[in-house]
């Protein structure tokens, strides 16, 4: 049994054990850590609270003074985000307001704010680069780093140790520091403000991630399980595929997370090496700073709107994520 | 099943000799034990065995065919590993089913196949588990059941019992056993438990330091030992082994301690060390034989009661030797005992070149 095991079970059996067998003393003290803990809790969530209800506000409630914590719910701030809208003059606002009810209710709300709809806004497209990027690359990432990480993990690599640490050393410069050469580089290429060109990079960046990462979960998993597979008549990537795989999953659902996360937020290198065909929504999203009047309702509504794809992967590893690595079998 | 020969196999890892070169043939249904210390390099055989390890040196032959490049999964041999080494997200079933399904056996015939196992190391009430889930035994029964299930050509156990506890253990060591009577099956056993060793092996080969030292039947290697260091590895107590110095038939080994040689001894020795020189006296506890005006005279130290008898530890010159006596017999600290040792089982050996004397020339 690993120690992994036991100290989740010692775990439950504190938080699971009905109150009324806990002594008084260790009541108090579990209910002042459970305070604590939502205080906390909700001092973090405050400026994401603020986001979720400016993302919902009207134009006016949206830059109250002071602030309305209680107000009439609006998509107005969705709809800006996402639809391009020209300005209606006078006459063809009465027309519209006329046939308001052939509207879809999307276009009821731009009539409201004065606008009509007339197609879909560049953010649309700086979701679906963010995607195709984000994605592109923590797929990469989290492959090539699946297969150095065994690699390294179970063969005698020469200079193993020197190359894990150039690899680290890929993610030690910060971004501005080397934006300027990789812009450069990438004119030349042709891989400025390409899908192709941002998938490289942030694969770049995440190897090295990657790599410890899965190295660390690969360690775990010992080698006779594979040896156990090769005697067994298993070929090494059959092996690695039957036996190292459904064992690394927790890890691999670890690094996808992080890959994911610095991949969809990275906003320095959005900047400066896309411009349009292949901008994300980071670098764009403070672009509508600018533009005639501050939409905050449309930026916070951009921004929780991307928040919430990497909630969701996140949720839905949350099993790989939260459960121990528990290797039954072996007793270490 | 079938033979495996090994012939000059070695191992080095860098400058260290993990596996000096060694000869062993390893007959068909054989059950072969590779006993030593830990690091004398019994693991490392094995896993040149298995191909796990590549050997830098040798050898090896599976049924007189040359295996040595050959990748593990092509020589059809089967590996008992010290922790088992169940897959952890398979169930018992999925594991022991394992090794068929590399083969591309039908479903049914898997099925069947499983079950028959199942049945004969009697787990089938535990194949819906996870590893996780079995008890220490259990695993390695379930672990002795995915060797099994393919008929593999041989079997290499790499100390399979030797992480359970001392109750499942004894079961363990029985069941092996009968496995390997029923199955009739060729097999390579690793343990650095003498007793284990004497025990379970058809044949032992003791190790140390990365050397065979001797390769016997378990009577061989305990009553003809091949140097000091088998002499006093294997048993326990090992061999008693006394110092003295042998001059015309006579072994001195203290003021009133002599051994008179049988003539073939003194033969022996004299051709050995060539008219006289210090030599090492050897016999087991059982050999010694207390008797009013034995030859030889020791102190007594301490005496151990050991339930079916007494054991009498003696100082004789700096030594201590351990006799066997029965058990109602006891004596008094520093008393003087005297006692003789069985002829026909009494050893010598050469100090300097730590090997055996052997009586007869061929
Ligand atoms: N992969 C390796 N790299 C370097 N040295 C090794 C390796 N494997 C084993 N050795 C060394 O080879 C020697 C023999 O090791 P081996 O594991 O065969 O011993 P063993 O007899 O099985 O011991 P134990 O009873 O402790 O299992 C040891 O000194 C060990 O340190
Ligand atoms: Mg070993």
């Given at each position: 049994m690993t120690a992994l095991e036991g100290t989740s079970r010692q775990r439950s059996i504190t938080y699971a054990?009905?109150?009324?067998?806990?002594s008084r003393r260790a009541r108090v003290i579990l209910a002042i850590r459970a305070f604590l803990t939502v205080i906390v809790a909700l001092i973090m969530l405050i400026p994401v609270f603020w986001m979720a209800t400016t993302a919902f506000k009207s134009r006016a409630d949206a830059v109250a003074v002071p602030p309305k914590v209680f107000f009439k719910p609006t998509l107005e701030g969705f709809v800006n985000l996402l639809a391009e809208r020209s300005v209606l003059a006078q006459a063809r606002r009465q027309e519209m307001q006329a046939r308001?009810?052939?509207?879809s209710w999307i276009q009821r709300i731009a009539l409201d704010a004065g606008t009509e709809i007339i197609g879909v806004s560049q953010y649309v497209g700086r979701l679906r680069n963010s995607v195709i990027i984000a994605g592109g690359s923590t797929v990469l990432a989290v492959l090539l780093g699946l297969l150095s990480a065994y690699a390294f993990s179970r063969f005698n690599v020469p200079g193993s140790g020197d190359l894990l640490f150039f690899i680290l050393s890929?993610?030690?410069?910060?971004a501005v520091v080397v934006t300027i050469p990789i812009f450069l580089m990438y004119r030349r290429l042709g891989l400025h403000d390409t899908h192709i060109g941002m998938i490289l990079l942030y694969t770049v960046f995440n190897l090295s991630l990657s790599v410890w990462l899965l190295k660390g979960f690969i360690d775990e998993i010992p080698r006779q399980y594979e040896e156990a597979a090769l005697v067994d008549g298993y070929t090494r990537l059959q092996a690695f595929r039957k036996v190292v795989l459904p064992n690394a999953l927790t890890g691999i659902a670890a690094t996808t997370v992080f890959c994911l996360i610095f991949a969809w937020n990275e906003y320095a290198f959005a900047l400066m090496l896309t411009?349009?065909?292949?901008?994300?929504p980071p670098p764009s999203i403070p672009a509508?700073?600018?533009?005639?009047?501050?939409?905050w309702a449309a930026i916070a509504a951009g921004s929780l709107g991307f928040l919430i794809p990497v909630v969701i992967v996140t949720f839905a590893l949350r099993r790989y994520l939260l459960r121990g690595v528990t290797f039954g079998a072996i007793r270490q | 099943m079938a033979t495996i020969e090994l012939r000059q196999v070695e191992k080095k890892f860098g400058d260290l000799h993990a596996v000096k070169p060694m000869d062993l043939t390893v007959h068909d249904g054989e059950f072969v034990v590779l006993l030593g210390?830990?690091?004398?390099g019994k693991t490392t055989t094995l896993r040149m065995i298995s191909g796990l390890e590549s050997v830098t040196g040798g050898q090896i032959l599976i049924d007189g065919r040359d295996?040595?490049?050959?990748h593990p999964s092509e020589r059809n041999i089967a590996f008992v590993f010290q922790f088992f080494a169940?897959?952890?997200?398979?169930t018992a079933w999925q594991n022991i089913a394992f090794p068929l399904q590399s083969q591309g056996e039908s479903r049914a015939a898997v099925k069947q196949r499983v079950a028959e196992v199942a049945s004969l190391l009697r787990i089938n009430h535990l194949l819906?588990?996870?590893?996780?889930?079995?008890s220490g035994g259990d695993k390695q029964r379930v672990a002795l059941a995915r060797a099994l299930v393919r008929h593999p050509a041989a079997f290499l156990m790499d100390e399979?019992?030797?992480?359970?506890d001392a109750d499942a253990r004894e079961t363990m060591r029985a069941e092996i056993k009968r496995l390997h009577l029923l199955e009739h099956a060729t097999t390579v056993y690793v343990t650095h438990d003498q007793v284990e060793a004497m025990a379970m092996g058809d044949r032992i080969v003791v190790m140390s330091e990365a050397l065979v030292q001797q390769i016997g039947t378990p009577a061989e290697v305990y009553h003809?030992?091949?140097n000091l260091f088998v002499a006093r590895f294997i048993?326990?107590?090992?061999m008693n082994l006394v110092t003295g110095h042998y001059a015309n038939g006579v072994v001195h080994l203290s003021e009133n301690s002599r051994y008179l040689l049988s003539p073939e001894w003194n033969q022996a020795l004299q051709r050995e060390l060539g008219g006289e020189g210090k030599v090492i006296l050897g016999f087991r506890s059982e050999a010694g034989v207390i008797v009013e005006d034995g030859p030889l005279a020791a102190e007594v130290f301490t005496s151990d009661l050991h339930g079916a008898y007494n054991m009498l530890n003696l100082s004789l010159n700096d030594d201590l030797v351990h006799i066997r006596v029965p058990r109602g017999i006891r004596y008094p600290m520093g008393a003087t005992v005297r006692f003789n040792i069985d002829a026909e089982m009494v050893r010598f050996f050469n100090?300097?070149?730590e090997a055996a004397i052997t009586r007869r020339v061929r």
């Open positions: 054990a009905p109150v009324h067998k806990v308001r009810d052939e509207l890929q993610r030690m410069l910060p411009s349009d065909r292949a901008r994300t509508k700073l600018g533009r005639g009047g501050i939409e | 210390p830990s690091g004398c295996v040595t490049w050959a169940l897959y952890p997200h398979m819906h588990l996870r590893p996780g889930a079995l399979p019992i030797g992480a359970l003809k030992p091949a048993g326990s107590p090992g100090p300097r070149t």
